[in-house]
């Protein structure tokens, strides 16, 4: 899958938490949610001082229109690899956030039609 591929197909699936992402659909889409929130960063910052409080609105907006899309592939993801989606949740804990990176970049596996669309 390429890039314009994984951000259509994510964008599309805003709120859908079941079935699979492969590896190459997440990580670009990924990496899109990373770079146009910088993007907004750097309109903003060229449109208000950097003492001015709306300096930051519009990256914070960008970034929260990204949250469930991102929240949906991380789940798609997990998924793909035979776990629940629910175990995204230890990323709260800051040790969690390894195994979430180990496990989000490893390889599909085949684990039935457990979470097939």
């Not at 949610?33 to 409080?53: F, L, R």
């Not at 929260?64 to 991380?74: E, K, Q, R, S, T």
């Amino acid at each position: 899958m390429n890039f314009g591929e994984s951000i259509s197909t994510c964008m599309g699936k805003y709120f859908t938490f079941s079935g699979r992402a492969s590896r190459s659909e997440y990580w670009w889409f990924y990496l899109f949610a990373t770079i146009v929130p910088w993007g907004g960063q750097i309109v903003s910052s060229t449109m208000y001082t950097t003492g001015d409080p709306m300096v930051n609105l519009l990256p914070t907006i960008i970034s929260l229109a990204f949250l469930f899309p991102i929240l949906a592939a991380n789940s798609r993801r997990l998924h793909d690899i035979g776990k629940s989606g629910w175990w995204q949740l230890i990323s709260i804990t800051i040790i969690g956030v390894i195994p979430l990176i180990i496990w989000l970049a490893s390889d599909t596996k085949a684990s039935g039609d457990k979470y097939s669309q």
